[in-house]
């Protein structure tokens, strides 16, 4: 039941900053735990960021940790992915999913987690001079 649709991609300097945005709707939000993903052509999808439910408990990958931020308002059904000091290896396309289960923080950065049964349909960012 639960819908997702990211919004904030775009054309960025490097040396940028961006903030994506994921917003929910249809079922309890803080129930679940949101991930960030990224792909780009021809490579498999990528863990960025993931947060627990209540917002308490953050993972980032090696290459974004020190650059993004992640973050939800459950109050207003959204998580938020501020992407600061961009560089052109970040250009991808963003989702960002959504599940539940007792242990998928766990591993919430495993975009093939079947938890994870929701996902939104992706906002470009590009960063190029």
């Known amino acids: 039941q639960l819908q997702l649709v990211e919004s904030g991609g775009g054309l960025v300097q490097p040396g940028g900053s961006l903030r994506l945005s994921c917003d929910a709707t249809?079922?309890?939000?803080?129930?679940?735990?949101i991930g960030w993903f990224r792909q780009v052509p021809g490579k498999e999808r990528e863990g960025v960021a993931c947060i627990s439910s209540s917002g308490g408990n953050i993972q980032y990958s090696d290459s974004v940790r020190g650059r993004f931020t992640l973050s939800r308002d459950n109050a207003n059904n959204t998580s938020y992915l501020h992407m600061g000091n961009l560089k052109p290896e970040d250009t991808a396309v963003y989702y960002c999913?959504?599940?539940?289960?007792?242990?998928?923080?766990?591993?919430?950065?495993?975009?093939?987690?079947?938890?994870?049964?929701?996902w939104g349909q992706g906002t470009q960012v590009t960063v190029s001079s």
């Open positions: 999913a959504a599940g539940r289960g007792l242990r998928l923080f766990l591993t919430c950065l495993n975009p093939s987690q079947r938890e994870y049964g929701n």
């Open positions: 249809g079922d309890s939000f803080d129930y679940y735990v």
